[in-house]
Antibody, heavy 116, light 110 residues
Framework: EVQLVESGGGLVQPGGSLRLSCAAS????????MSWVRQGPGKGLEWVSG????????YYTDSVKGRFTISRDNSKNSLYLQMNSLRAEDTAIYYC?????????WGQGTLVTVSS | QSVLTQPPSVSAAPGQRVTISCSGS????????VSWYQQLPGTAPKLLIF???ERPSGIPDRFSGSKSGTSATLAITGLQTGDEAAYYC???????????FGGGTKLTIL
């Protein structure tokens, strides 16, 4: 059974940093691209970032380029999202998802709140 | 403003059929596969359709997808009260080198 469990969310001040983690199990993690998707309060889904199975290729939506960094540790079956220079508009539930072109499985999400 | 355009809401009675449209451009829907996701209230999204019309294991055949040019459609037949949810289309945008979603459609069962 595929399981994706996010952690690391919380309250952070504008301009601050946060690192999200996603622990994956139930599939061959190193073989699969992974993505982060977020959902602001009362809003729709927004694709944030993606990474290839070997970590060599990364992708970002324009609004987070230069501020967020996606990475993975295949020895730990873990996906990460380093978020710097956080803004109020980054407030959202952040989901870890299996896949890139279509998202087969999703975690339960972790809430990030950017506020002073 | 989402890259893909969906109607904000649709409604229909139990047992009826409903369709949800998703409009894009040649850089996204026109040249890439479309997927559809269902998000029940308070839960994470779930994959319903991938590669335009394929259903993952466990998804009933009441849900179907199609694509024509730069538009895609999700059809749901035999509507049930449990289908009341938000539905999102998604695809890859080759110009942006990024994933994109529609704004979501709220399905209400009358």
């Amino acid at each position: 059974e595929v399981q994706l469990v996010e952690s690391g969310g919380g309250l952070v001040q504008p301009g601050g940093s946060l690192r999200l983690s996603c622990a994956a199990s139930g599939f061959t993690f190193s073989s699969e691209a992974m993505s982060w998707v977020r959902q602001g309060p009362g809003k729709g889904l927004e694709w944030v970032s993606g990474i290839s199975g070997d970590g060599s290729t990364t992708y970002y939506t324009d609004s987070v380029k230069g501020r967020f960094t996606i990475s993975r540790d295949n020895s730990k079956n873990s996906l990460y999202l380093q978020m710097n220079s956080l803004r109020a508009e980054d407030t959202a539930i952040y989901y870890c998802a299996y896949g890139l072109y279509h998202l087969d499985y999703w975690g339960q999400g972790t809430l990030v709140t950017v506020s002073s | 403003q989402s890259v893909l355009t969906q109607p904000p809401s649709v409604s229909a009675a139990p047992g009826q059929r409903v369709t949800i449209s998703c409009s894009g451009s040649s850089s996204n829907i026109g040249n890439n596969y479309v997927s559809w996701y269902q998000q029940l209230p308070g839960t994470a999204p779930k994959l319903l359709i991938f590669d335009n019309h394929e259903r993952p294991s466990g998804i009933p055949d009441r849900f179907s997808g199609s694509k024509s040019g730069t538009s895609a459609t999700l059809a749901i037949t035999g509507l049930q009260t449990g289908d009341e949810a938000a539905y999102y289309c998604g695809t890859w945008d080759s110009s942006l080198s990024a994933g994109v979603f529609g704004g979501g459609t709220k399905l209400t069962i009358l």
